[in-house]
Structures are given as C-alpha cells and as structure tokens.
C-alpha cells in the first residue's frame, strides 16, 4: 500500500518529469519553427500540457509609451493572431519593475488568478507572458516553469518588431545567432542533468520516506519517544532532500533574476 507521503512524491516526480520534458519541447521549437503563427500555436498547445490556464496572452513591451503590444491571445480553444494594444496596467508594471513573475486574484467569484511573468533579456524588458489560471492550483510551482519558457522566449522576442499593425521579425542578433543557439544546447544540456539527477535521488528518497512512514504509522501507538523522534528527523531529511531535488529546476531560473549570463 501506497503512504500519503508516497503518493506525494510520486504526484511530485511525475510532475516534475512533465515539466522538464515539455521546457526541452518548447526549447526546440523556439529554435527551428520560423513560421510565428505556427510558433505560437504551437507554444500554446505545450503549455496547456502542464498548466491549467482559461486564457494565456503573450505581449510586446513598448518601453517608450508603456503599453502592451499583444500578438497572440488563446482562451479555451480559440486562439488568435492579432495585433491588439492595451495601456500598461499597473499589476502588470509592478511585475516588470521587480523583474519577476506575480500573480493576484481577479474579481471575486471567478474563481481565476491573473499571474504576469516578464520576458527580459540583458536586464531589457521585452514583453509578457499572462495567464489566466484556476486558482486552485500551485502557483509558485508553475512559475518556476514559466520563468523558465519566459527565458527562451526573450532571444526571440529581441528579434520582434510591430511595423503596419502587423509582426515582423527584424534579426537585429543575425551575427549573433550561433551564440544564441549554443545558449540554448547549453541550456538544454543542463536541463537534461538536471533531470537525470532528479530521477536518479529520487528512488533512494522514496525508499526512505516510505519505510520511514510506515514505521511511524506502526508505533505511532507506542510509548517509543526516542525511536518516534529518529524517524521524525528522518522524514524531515527526506523531505528536504525532496526540495533540493526539484530546484534542479530553477537552475537557469535563479540566473536569469540574477542578471548572469550563462555563457
């Protein structure tokens, strides 16, 4: 029979699995597909896969009169290539001017998160990425996520321009493409370790955790205060070897807020 704590680990290792398969996904699409409507289309069915949004807009930044320029809008099933403007609102400038994903309740019985993550590259505010998300969800575990595709998309969205209403792409970076590609296998490198080593920790942590429940479960009727208190440290190590394990995938995360560039 399967612990709580069991079950936990596995629902956490599956989803952490989900996670970096689909990054590895979006990384190589962002890299070959040329066609952005295509691109796009196809960013957003890979999304869906691990975040349970009702609406998901990807913007441009205009950084000289601070509004958003969106160019893909997909809500349910509906998704839309069009070029449509909306004034900054002050939600989505707070998460730009602390250069980090946010997130807030909307109105009231919606039953809807607004979250806002930037698109930045070279500490250069390029766009955003907003969703509109169940809220009952794990929030902070999908930002790590989306940090993440928001770090691959800003070598695109350094390329993209709005000329006659329509988008354009400008390669301002032509000279420097190579480079970006080898960010990206370097990435991709560190992504697939990471993995690796997350899957390779976790079967000895599951084992741990496991026997470790079910011994407490076992005297936790008993008057073994000493043995109760052993395993209790047990699970507490087990548990933080569970946190180190899945910010393998806040690697690249923690270096995009430090401004770093991995290169």
């Not at 479960?217 to 109760?228: F, K, L, R, T």
């Amino acid at each position: 029979m399967i612990s709580k704590n069991q079950s936990t680990q596995l629902k956490s290792s599956t989803d952490y699995d989900l996670h970096s398969s689909t990054l590895l996904e979006i990384a190589a699409l962002l890299t070959s597909c040329s066609d952005l409507k295509y691109l796009f289309t196809d960013l957003h069915s890979l999304l869906k896969k691990v975040i349970p949004f009702q609406q998901f807009k990807l913007g441009l930044f205009n950084t000289s009169q601070e509004y958003i320029e969106w160019i893909f809008t997909a809500e349910n099933n509906h998704k839309q290539f069009e070029i449509t403007k909306s004034l900054c609102k002050p939600f989505w400038n707070e998460a730009l001017s602390n250069k980090q994903s946010m997130a807030r309740s909307m109105s009231s019985g919606s039953g809807l998160i607004e979250t806002c993550s930037p698109i930045r590259l070279y500490s250069q505010n390029l766009g955003i990425i907003r969703f509109e998300i169940l809220d009952n969800v794990d929030i902070p575990k999908y930002f790590e996520f989306i940090d993440l595709v928001a770090f691959f998309l800003a070598f695109l969205f350094t390329d993209l321009k709005i000329e006659d209403d329509k988008l354009v792409r400008q390669l301002f970076f032509r000279e420097e493409l190579k480079d970006t590609k080898q960010l990206n296998e370097k990435l991709l490198s560190i992504i697939g370790v990471a993995r690796s080593l997350a899957h390779e920790l976790n079967q000895p942590l599951t084992g741990i955790s496991g026997y470790a429940a079910l011994i407490v479960e076992a005297v936790n009727d008993g008057n073994s205060e000493s043995i109760m208190s052993d395993l209790e440290n047990i699970l507490e190590q087990a548990s933080r070897l569970e946190s180190l394990i899945f910010k393998f995938q806040s690697i690249a995360h923690i270096e995009g807020r430090e401004d770093k560039v991995i290169l």
